[in-house]
């Protein structure tokens, strides 16, 4: 292969379209890593429609991490105390389906379980949900969305009646008002931040001068970049995002800033909520938040006044023990004013991983099924069972188990065979020494990763090496819905093998050939998307071929309407999809923090990304640019906590909470509330020594979405002697 190819960037749910050319072109020199190895070059595609040539530093090097540390063979162990061993594919996949084969018969295919990740391609995920969901009649497939993604999933759902974002970034650069809570965008999702900040240059508002200008409202306990760039932040305290959106819609109801005809033709549950949010007065909102009564009252005119406002938020509304209600919240400020389904306008969640989204389309939650169908609901079972050539009742009306679940299943020995595919648990997961516990007692793990070692594989008995991003090709989803194709440019390593096609042979070894029968993945992806016709989410027109042809595409993309150029945005009708086809408020009150500090442990800390590295730098630490420029966990304190504990800037700290203990260095600003602490959670032991930020947080989860409440937990802190390092730092 020598032409360039167009293919996206691997990283986050931004989905930057991306070029990339080989390492050795005529009259060009050949770029090569610290090994030797030649670097592809890439760089922005303008012709992709999200990005629009853009990107950042982690897709500007992602093809410097293609030879490093590679996984290239299947290896095994009988026990977690021996070394691996090389063997053939042949002698895998007959110990994965002999494991399989032996607990159907003794406990049950509810003992089978696979967690999976956003990193997969759509055909990764659509495989894995007809070999478990399908074939083996087990819901225990999950994924990292669990982590990210579900409270958004699940507060769509419940106040649209479907998951899906309903805006596109053209929304970026029409918005009125944007409203950023819970997201640090400038980092975590750089080119939609540069898209909104262009806009917002252009057509700022200036305070004390015309009302009319494109406003920004950002709402973080941390004054990070992206708060820099707002006309208004609010440091609230953490977990009262509830208290501060009730709060909002108090004054809104007060001041009349309320669209009456969307509300009574297009809406139900309004008058709940408004019972609801008239306790929460501006001064109660206000002390609770920790802002000014000037504060809120200005972000409540500014959305009131606003003919479109655009809410943007991510982890740190969705990593929440009331991370649906929060979700909700946010939507009832859309609802009660009319701000969706028009340009400018809507509420917006920020997907993490690169292809979470498409994960939510093939069904990739232990909850759902391939085109936005719920495991609950007989007829969406029915449907999917006749074109997977099921027969009736193979697919489990109970939901499987969440992520979470699947640890707590091998703690009690439910629990039989765990597979964890492109993913890292052993850094992402909360309550880390619980999680490491829970795994040392799995009876088989499977381990299916392309890079060696991670922190997951020393938990492993077998593990299977997977073709990456560049050596496979399929199909991903960014967060405003658009499809894009994603070739294959170069050979898989050594014995690497696609994800998808891991999965399929071990359903023809357990005796489903028929069902696994697919030439290539552009077969696969036909499959599914004949599985989306007449759904929310229906891609029915695309294929591999339309998406070479065209480029990315976005959904709705039916099959009898091929012109998509007028599915920008979804709602515009206004007619949603609940039975009734209104959408509905949901009125909550602010629970607050599920682990609220106390005398013993009297911070709370949050976690976070940094812009240089993906989320736990299996990729970007192997990555000498982006290493360089994190090289090292941290904590942000405030000046006035430092000096109630006597620590200096750069000094080591030790931070404990219920479950454990790491060290950080301090790092000592003003950009941190009082009484709040920051860590960064790339950090896992083979990165540095006693840095885990998850070894601190705690698993309560939000009971709708089983999303994890990991932006917060009480911890304590304590400087440490020079003796045991306290003026050094962590170290790989």
């Known amino acids: 292969m020598t032409d360039t190819t167009k293919t996206l960037c691997p990283y986050c749910g931004v989905g930057c379209g991306l070029e990339v050319t080989p ?67 042949d002698e895998a996949f007959n110990a994965i389906a002999d494991r399989i084969q032996t607990l159907r018969q003794t406990s049950g295919p509810d003992a089978i379980c696979m967690y999976g990740s956003g990193q997969f391609q759509t055909e990764d995920y659509y495989i894995a949900q007809k070999l478990l ?63 909104l900040r262009k806009h917002h240059k252009r057509n700022r508002f200036h305070a004390g001068g015309s009302p009319t200008g494109a406003k920004m409202v950002v709402v973080d ?63 109660l909102v206000a002390r609770r938040c920790g802002i000014r ?44 004013t009319g701000n969706i389904g028009k340009p400018g306008a809507g509420p917006f969640s920020l997907t993490g991983q690169p292809n979470a989204m498409g994960g939510r389309e093939a069904g990739g939650l232990s909850h759902i099924l391939p085109g936005y169908r719920l495991v609950k609901n007989p007829e969406h079972r029915r449907e999917v069972e006749e074109l997977w050539a099921l027969p009736p009742g193979r697919i489990s009306p109970v939901p499987g188990r969440t992520a979470w679940e699947m640890i707590t299943g091998l703690e009690t020995g439910e629990v039989g065979l765990l597979w964890i595919a492109a993913t890292n648990p052993v850094v992402s997961m909360p309550d880390l020494e619980r999680t490491k516990a829970a795994l040392r007692k799995s009876p088989f793990t499977v381990y299916q990763d392309a890079y060696y070692p991670t922190e997951t594989a020393a938990y492993a008995h077998l593990i299977l090496p997977a073709a990456q991003w560049s050596e496979k090709t399929g199909v991903m989803t960014n967060s405003e819905r658009v499809v894009t194709l994603c070739p294959a440019f170069r050979d898989p390593p050594a014995e690497a093998k696609a994800d998808w096609e891991i999965f399929a042979e071990v359903g023809r070894r357990l005796g489903f050939p028929e069902q696994f029968h697919f030439e290539n993945s552009a077969a696969v992806y036909a499959e599914f998307v004949g599985l989306t016709r007449i759904r929310p989410c229906d891609m029915s027109g695309l294929s591999h071929n339309l998406l070479q042809e065209n480029g990315p595409s976005q959904w709705p993309y039916p099959a009898d309407s091929p012109d998509n150029s007028t599915n920008k945005r979804l709602y515009t009708d206004l007619r949603f999809h609940t039975p009734d086809g209104r959408a509905r408020f949901g009125a909550f009150h602010s629970g607050g923090l599920a682990e609220p500090p106390d005398p013993d442990y009297p911070f709370v800390m949050t976690t976070g990304r940094l812009y240089g590295h993906w989320h736990t730098q299996t990729r970007t630490g192997r990555i000498e640019k982006t290493r360089k420029m994190h090289p090292e966990p941290f904590i942000e304190i405030h000046p006035r906590d430092a000096v109630k504990l006597g620590i200096e800037d750069g000094m080591v700290v030790q931070v404990r909470s219920r479950r454990g203990e790491a060290r950080f260095k301090a ?13 960064p959670m790339h950090w896992g032991f083979l990165w540095a020594e006693a ?31 020079l003796s045991q390092g306290g003026r050094g730092g962590a170290r790989r």
């Not at 190895?37 to 990005?51: E, M, Q, T, V």
């Not at 410097?64 to 299947?74: A, G, H, I």
């Not at 840095?691 to 917060?712: D, F, V």
């Open 133 to 195: 969901k399908g074939c083996l009649g087990t819901n225990n497939f999950d994924a990292n969305s669990r982590l990210c993604m579900s409270s958004a999933v699940s507060g769509y759902i419940q106040s649209f009646g479907a998951d899906g974002p309903p805006c596109c970034y053209e929304d970026l650069e029409l918005t009125d008002c944007a409203f950023l809570i819970g997201t640090n965008t400038a980092e975590c999702h750089p080119i939609i931040f540069n898209r």
């Open 293 to 336: 009564l000037d504060e809120l009252e200005t972000a409540a005119r500014w959305w009131g006044e606003s003919e479109r406002v655009l809410s943007l938020w991510s982890m740190g509304v969705n990593q929440s023990s009331e991370g649906t209600a929060k979700v909700r919240t946010i939507i009832n400020l859309h609802l009660m």
């Open 691 to 721: 840095a885990e930020a998850n070894a601190l947080t705690h698993p309560q989860a939000c009971p709708s979405s089983g999303q994890p409440e990991l932006k917060a937990c009480a911890v304590a802190l304590t400087p440490l002697p």
């Open 221 to 283: 306990p941390r004054r990070t970049e992206t708060a820099e760039a707002a006309d208004l932040h609010l440091a609230i305290q953490p977990g009262t995002d509830i208290d501060l959106l009730n709060g909002i819609a108090h004054l809104l109801l007060r001041w009349g800033y309320i669209d009456t005809v969307f509300i009574d033709e297009c809406t139900s549950g309004f008058t709940n909520y408004a019972e609801v949010i008239r306790s929460y007065t501006p001064e």
């Open 23 to 89: 390492p050795a072109q005529k009259g060009k020199a050949t770029h090569r890593d610290s090994e030797g190895h030649p670097i592809w070059r890439s760089l922005g595609d303008r012709s992709h429609p999200s990005s629009l040539g853009l990107v950042c530093v982690k897709g500007a090097t992602v093809s410097e991490s293609l030879f490093k540390d590679r996984l290239k063979y299947p290896m095994m162990r009988s026990n977690l105390d021996e070394p691996f061993r090389r063997i053939t594919w």
């Open 667 to 679: 790092k000592i600003t003003k950009a941190i509330t009082p009484g709040t602490l920051f860590v």
